[in-house]
């Protein structure tokens, strides 16, 4: 869901509405921001923190625990809380930074409600639901190399020579991160997707927050060759020339934030979560229309100058109750928490993938909120399409792919190889996959998907022994480099892909020159936006 200014949407909707009669009274109740300001509640005093604002007589008061995160800003705020009073909910947000404690407030009855990222849920396990979703990351986290203090450092590919050439000097390079966190998230993806990446080779840093990896980077003395950090970190690293080599916006899925109630919440007051997610996600169709009213929050929630706000939105992407909808009745969100969790399970963080993952979350407190949103699609279609796409979330779930030519793709920056599980084997002196290599690259499909295939595509690079004539294994390289693209393509991989045969050219240096080891397929993913 791109965000962008949509100054058509309330003559759309007062012409719609003109029509149809009762106008004033539906702009209300579906977007008020659309009739004229908000006179903030007489509890909010200069001065005080909507986090601890006193519900009125009449409300029934929640506690939602959460964090200093942006994407959570519209909690904070003083026109949601407005909103929130309408239905007669009080609603307080307090920080907890510990995702246990956060969790186990549920447990323990002191919190009613939770936001968290879906990699947390599933490490915390709490005793609550996924009600909603929040947010997914499109750029707003990112994987760094400190090409500043390692010049030759531009990709994964070269982590292992300089891992020992350190090594060879006594010395261990550090990543740094801020643990409990996306960051941590993005370096578990690194750590089971990719072939030359390993987190035992590094020294770990774990800091309280990206600031402070992002200090630790800056400083020499340090050795810190990788960190992960969020906005507006990751910009002010772009402009100093280190490499942003892997990002949320690569891997759109990866990190998604979502809305936990207590399960004693929704057992005694399901129609107040209800009615918490219609006043919330009335404020989401709001900033969908008008991005610059959620810029403004985010820089004052996050004492951040106009241009960080801006930095910090053009990495996140809102969930819309539509979009949240289709999420969890598609199975969409079912997938997101399996292959959130095979990354947990591979990198010891997790026992094992939930065998029901449906159970996790309900969709049914979405209902009225989505019917809004829906009511809102319907009107502005004819008049903007591009708008009711992005309400929806149709942009988000069926990204263009800009074609990309062969040239370009070789020619593009690495990002690294992905780690092939099993063998892309071939018949003996053919370009016929066997049944153990098409079951690899079938598994190997999803971790392509992964990524976005606006940003990333994939050269596929074979190899061979030195077994026979050179010019004959060159082709027969190229041959099975084709064979790989081609079934990655007719398993719906939508990717700009691109074969590459090397022949022997390119022999490993710790195995004979006629061992079968000789003979590997790379798959390389390269950065094209």
Known sequence: MTKSNVPALVGTLVVTMGLLGGGAWFLHRMNPDLVGGIQLPSSQAEGESSARRTAPRGESEVLLLGDTFSGYSTFRSA????????????????????????????????????????????????????????????GADAVVLNTVQYPELTSLLELEALIQQAQSQGETLSIAYAGDTPSEYLALVLDTKFDAFNLSD?????????????????????????????????????????????????????IVDVLVASDRLLQSQPTLVSELLEAYYRRIDTNVRDASQLQQQIAEDGELSPAEAAAVLQGIDFFTAAEAQTWMAEGTLRRRIEATAAVLVLSGRLNAVPAEPETLYSSQFLSKAAANTQTLIDLVRADNPELADRLSGAEAATPAVTPVSDTQVQAAPDIGNLNVEGQVEFSTGSAQLTATGQQTLSALVQDVQEFNPETVAVRVIGHTSQTGPADLNQRLSQQRAQVVVDFLRSQGVQHNIVAEGRGFSQLLGNVPTADPRQQRTEIRLVRVD
Do not use: C, H, K
């Open 202 to 254: 590094f020294n770990v840093i774990e800091v309280e927050d990206a600031s402070q990896a992002w200090e630790l980077m800056q400083d020499p003395s340090e050795q810190v060759a990788i960190a992960v950090l969020w906005e507006p970190f990751v910009t002010q690293a772009r402009q100093q020339d280190y490499t942003v080599v892997l990002s949320s916006n690569d891997a759109p899925g990866s």
């Open 79 to 138: 026109e949601f809380q407005q909103l929130l009073s309408e239905f007669g909910v009080g609603l307080r947000y307090a920080d907890e930074f510990d995702q246990g404690a956060r969790a186990e407030s549920l447990a323990t009855g002191e919190a009613d409600l939770i936001v968290t990222t879906l990699d947390q849920f599933l490490q915390q396990q709490p005793q609550g639901q996924i009600v909603g979703l929040i947010d997914r990351t499109i």
